[in-house]
């Protein structure tokens, strides 16, 4: 079975300053996509990014990247110049490619950014 | 808008009672799922429909029953509420094998249950 770990339940940042919120997962298929997810207060959940496996170049949206290196099973999410508005809780999110195409999260991480 | 709502958005019940939560999406997903989000265990699998017709057990399906009513709806129903059952619950879907499969799932609102 897959599993995900996000190894920090709560990371701060000072606006403007840039963030790296870990991920690991263990999988033993080749073929998969890789999500970060964002949670405001709100409760809503915002699809932040995404990555294929089969794709060597790390994604990119605006501010944030992420450092996706598959033969360590690490898909870590970087934010540039944190805003106050990034303030959120990150999942980290796995699929395997066809099947059910079940999403698997991690625990998440609480990001507090400071003024 | 195109999405996945849910209802109630809030709910309170009394142990044993039961009640069903409804979800609807109107972007022609073939694959619907409910997830249970508990503080500190982010986002767990109850039961999942990979199409119209067929439901399947998650990771924690136990108290939970499912119906795929057609392509549109998937409602959650708990026969038997209890406290362990406190929860915010979502509902979601996604193009199942299709193209825009990769791009995710789309997620509804949440509902905020507790039971006392």
């Known amino acids: 079975a897959q599993t995900v770990t996000q190894s920090q339940p709560e990371m701060s940042v000072q606006e403007a300053e840039t963030v790296t919120l870990s991920c690991t997962y263990d999988?033993?298929?080749?073929?998969?996509?890789l999500f970060w997810y964002k949670q405001p207060p709100s409760r809503q959940m915002i699809l932040v990014i995404r990555q294929e496996a089969y794709k060597q170049q790390n994604a990119t949206e605006n501010r944030f990247s992420v450092n996706f290196q598959k033969a360590a099973k690490s898909f870590s999410l970087k934010i540039s110049d944190s805003q106050l508005g990034d303030a959120a809780m990150y999942f980290c999110?796995?699929?395997?490619?066809?099947?059910?195409?079940?999403?698997?999260f991690g625990k998440g991480t609480k990001l507090t950014v400071n003024p | 808008n195109a999405g996945v709502t849910q209802t109630p958005k809030f709910q309170v019940l009394k142990t044993g009672q039961s009640m069903t939560l409804q979800c609807a999406q109107d972007m022609n997903h073939n694959s619907m799922y409910w997830y249970r989000q508990d503080p500190g265990m982010g986002l767990r699998l109850i039961y999942y429909s990979a199409s119209e017709g067929t439901t399947d057990k998650g990771e924690v399906p136990n108290g939970y029953n499912v119906s795929r009513l057609n392509k549109r709806e998937f409602s959650l129903r708990l026969e038997s509420a209890a406290p362990s059952q406190t929860s915010v619950y979502f509902c979601?879907?996604?193009?199942?094998?299709?193209?825009?499969?990769?791009?995710?799932?789309?997620f509804g609102s949440g509902t905020r249950l507790t039971v006392v």
């Open positions: 999110a796995f699929r395997t490619q066809g099947g059910s195409e079940k999403l698997v």
């Open positions: 999988t033993s298929e080749s073929d998969y996509y």
């Open positions: 979601a879907s996604s193009d199942g094998a299709g193209f825009l499969a990769d791009y995710g799932y789309t």
